[in-house]
C-alpha cells in the first residue's frame, strides 16, 4: 500500500522567509506525487506533481518540489513566503492501476507573519 | 465555467434527516470521487466510479449511497443523518487509470448535523 506522511500540523514564517514543507511517501513501485494547496473554504488546487523524468518540479505561485528516491521525500519549498501563501497543503500519492486513487496525507496549515 | 461543481455549497440539517449533495463535472473524465475532509482537515476516500460503476467502496457506513446516472454525475446521499457526519464533502474528478494525472476537485459541501 502506499501512503504519505507529513510531519508537524503547523508551520509559521515570517514574510519573506523561505518556505519548507516535508512530505516523505511509502510507496512498493515509483511512486507519482502530488501537492494540493487548499485556500479557506475552497476545493484543492494541484500546485505541482512529480510523474517521472526530472526530479526538481516547479509549479505554480513560485512553489517548487523535489523528488529523492533515497530519502523518500518529496518536500516542497518557496524561496519568499507571501501572505497571500497562508493556506493548507497537502501531499498525495497516487495508486497505479485501472483503479488508481490519491491517497492524501493529513496536510500541513501554513501562516505566513507579517 | 466551473470544471467540478458541487451543490449545495453549505447544508444545515437536523439529525436523522436524509439529505443528498449533487456534484457535475464537465472535463469528460470517466472517473469521479467523493472525499470528506474532517474537522482536522484529513482528506479520507469514501467511493470511487468508473463510468457510473462503483469501483472502490472504503468501507463507508450504508448510510451514505453513491449514485451515478450518468458519468459525468456522481452524487451522494446519506440517510439518517448522525452529528459525525458533519464535515466537507469533496467531489472530484479524474481520468480513468492515469497515475500520472490529477484529480480536479470541486468547492466542497459543509454539511452540518445539529
Known amino acids: 500500500a502506499q501512503s504519505v506522511t507529513q510531519l508537524g500540523s503547523h508551520v509559521s514564517v515570517s514574510e519573506g522567509a523561505l518556505v519548507l514543507l516535508r512530505c516523505n511517501y511509502s510507496?512498493?513501485?515509483?511512486?507519482?506525487l502530488f501537492w494540493y494547496v487548499q485556500y479557506p473554504n475552497q476545493g484543492l488546487q494541484l500546485l505541482l506533481k512529480y510523474t517521472t523524468g526530472a526530479t526538481l518540479v516547479k509549479g505554480i505561485n513560485g512553489f517548487e518540489a523535489e523528488f529523492k528516491k533515497s530519502e523518500t521525500s518529496f518536500h516542497l519549498t518557496k524561496p519568499s513566503a507571501h501572505m497571500s501563501d497562508a493556506a493548507e497543503y497537502f501531499c498525495?500519492?497516487?495508486?497505479?492501476?485501472?483503479?488508481?486513487?490519491?491517497?492524501f496525507g493529513k496536510g500541513i496549515t501554513l501562516s505566513v507573519r507579517p | 465555467d466551473t470544471a467540478v461543481s458541487q451543490t449545495p455549497k453549505y447544508l444545515v440539517t437536523q439529525m436523522g434527516n436524509d439529505k443528498s449533495i449533487k456534484c457535475e463535472q464537465n472535463l469528460g473524465h470517466d472517473t469521479m470521487y467523493w472525499y470528506k475532509q474532517d474537522s482536522k482537515k484529513f482528506l479520507k476516500i469514501m467511493f470511487s466510479y468508473n463510468n457510473k460503476e462503483l469501483i472502490i467502496n472504503e468501507t463507508v457506513p450504508n448510510r451514505f449511497s453513491p449514485k451515478s446516472p450518468d458519468k459525468a454525475h456522481l452524487n451522494l446521499h446519506i440517510n439518517s443523518l448522525e452529528l459525525g457526519d458533519s464535515a466537507v464533502y469533496f467531489c472530484a474528478s479524474r481520468e480513468r487509470g492515469i497515475a500520472t494525472v490529477e484529480a480536479f476537485f470541486g468547492q466542497g459541501t459543509r454539511l452540518t448535523v445539529v
Open positions: 510507496s512498493s513501485v515509483p511512486p507519482y
Open positions: 498525495a500519492v497516487s495508486t497505479t492501476g485501472a483503479n488508481s486513487k490519491l491517497t
